[in-house]
């Protein structure tokens, strides 16, 4: 079992940064891979990154590819989305999930991922 928690979000002007932080509780964090979702408001959930277990595998969607990086501290249990250029279609709640089996591969798909955080709120002004 592990407890996500997401924090770093908040209100910024297009074409700013911000970085979002998933803490995870549990000594195994590093045997999980974790993912980044978000849902924006009248719209489903979706996949924005993730990152694998053992070798740090990453994935992207389209919309976020070259503008946002995910990357991880095992030492810290903690999963970072740095998040710039940012457009207000990036405003959204963004929820951190960890898959704890699985293969080595960076999953996208929410069926995959077994936990998942309360999510935090990321709002682009444009």
């Known amino acids: 079992q592990v407890q996500l928690v997401e924090s770093g979000g908040g209100l910024v002007q297009t074409g700013g940064s911000l970085r979002l932080s998933c803490a995870a509780s549990?000594?195994?964090?590093?045997?999980?891979?974790v993912g980044w979702f978000r849902q924006a408001p009248g719209k489903e959930r979706e996949f924005v990154s993730s990152i694998s277990r053992l070798f740090g595998e990453t994935s992207y969607a389209d919309s976020v590819k070259g503008r946002f990086t995910i990357s991880r501290d095992n030492a810290k249990n903690t999963v970072y989305l740095q998040m710039s250029s940012l457009k207000p279609e990036d405003t959204a709640v963004y929820y951190c999930?960890?898959?704890?089996?699985?293969?080595?591969?960076?999953?996208?798909?929410?069926?995959?991922?077994?936990?998942w955080g309360q999510g935090t709120q990321v709002t682009v002004s444009s």
């Open positions: 549990g000594r195994t964090f590093s045997s999980y891979a």
């Open positions: 999930a960890a898959r704890g089996a699985g293969g080595v591969y960076a999953p996208r798909l929410e069926a995959e991922f077994q936990y």
